[in-house]
């Protein structure tokens, strides 16, 4: 079963190779959706500063009455923080909100404020700034692994380039039709896991003909063909769920997909 399959990361950390995102899942709902998730079998929780779910997502693995140790929990710094101080605040604050004594993996969840996503300040001085306060979080023992998220070349090049520890994780938007083959052969390169938010892009997935015959072909859902594809890929799958019966089809990817079939999708724009 997927659910119970691991990758390492560099530092020997292992995570399980398919998470339960938590994207607008509001604090109430997601109580029920975490503890959902842990009941069907996920151990991988995804959450952020910025989804304003942290507490709930807390409560949800409290109420499983799992070993702390059997959960791998993620967040994310909000992506306007760009200083030592404030990334510093912001990590214990969500140590304090989720309720845990550590968390498993925390990332910088954009190199630009979302405001100015698309500008061309990569804010360089500021992401570093953001790096250090995870480094040293890291180093106390806080957090046991640091990555990021929506970082292209030159934003992990800049950590790099400074002699800063390597990213473990660089969490992105990837999915059938858009799949960021070069930014993904670069974090390999550098050894560092690329994770898949959206796998399903953003619901888009579902309405797409070329996908459901495949998915007809293989006997198996749209949504299975679209997780199955990036673990295929060697990423790390975020399928958002808070349907009990979602999340148990989302996870019974045990099949292969033909090289035939997973160069056509890589071929889809």
Same mark, same amino acid.
């Given at each position: 079963m997927i659910l119970n399959e691991t990758y390492t990361? @560099?530092?020997g950390v292992k995570i399980p190779k398919v998470g339960l995102g938590t994207w607008l899942v509001n604090n109430e709902d997601v109580k029920? #959706?975490?503890?959902?998730?842990?009941? %069907?079998g996920y151990r991988h929780i995804d959450t952020a500063q910025a989804y304003e779910n942290e507490t709930g997502v807390g409560e949800g693995i !409290?109420? @499983?009455h799992l070993k702390r140790?059997?959960?791998?929990? %993620? @967040? $994310?710094l909000l992506a306007e923080i760009k200083s030592h101080k404030e990334a510093k605040q912001a990590i214990d604050e969500s140590l304090r909100k989720i309720g845990l004594d550590y968390i498993d993996l925390m990332l910088i969840h954009s190199p630009k404020p979302w405001k100015e996503f698309h500008g061309d300040n990569h804010y360089f001085d500021g992401n570093r700034e953001a790096w250090k306060a995870l480094e040293e979080a890291?180093? #106390?023992? $806080?957090? !046991?692994a640091i990555g990021v998220s929506n970082f292209e070349k030159e934003d992990i090049d800049n950590l790099l380039d400074a002699g800063m520890t390597k990213p473990m994780v660089n969490q992105v938007l990837s999915h059938v039709r858009k799949t960021?083959?070069?930014l993904i052969n670069y974090c390999k390169e550098k050894d560092i896991l690329v994770e898949a938010y959206s796998p399903l892009g953003h619901g888009k997935l579902l309405r797409d003909e070329e996908v459901a015959k495949l998915a007809e072909k293989y006997n198996v859902s749209v949504p299975q063909i679209g997780i199955r594809y990036c673990l295929q890929l060697g990423l790390l799958p975020l399928p958002k769920a808070a349907n009990p019966a979602h999340m148990k089809n989302n996870s019974e990817v045990d099949f292969d997909l033909s090289q035939e079939d997973m160069e056509h999708l890589r071929s889809l724009k």
């Open positions: 990361l @560099s530092n029920k #959706a975490v503890n959902d998730g842990i009941n %069907t !409290r109420k @499983s140790e059997d959960v791998f929990v %993620t @967040s $994310k890291y180093e #106390a023992g $806080k957090i !046991r960021p083959e070069q």
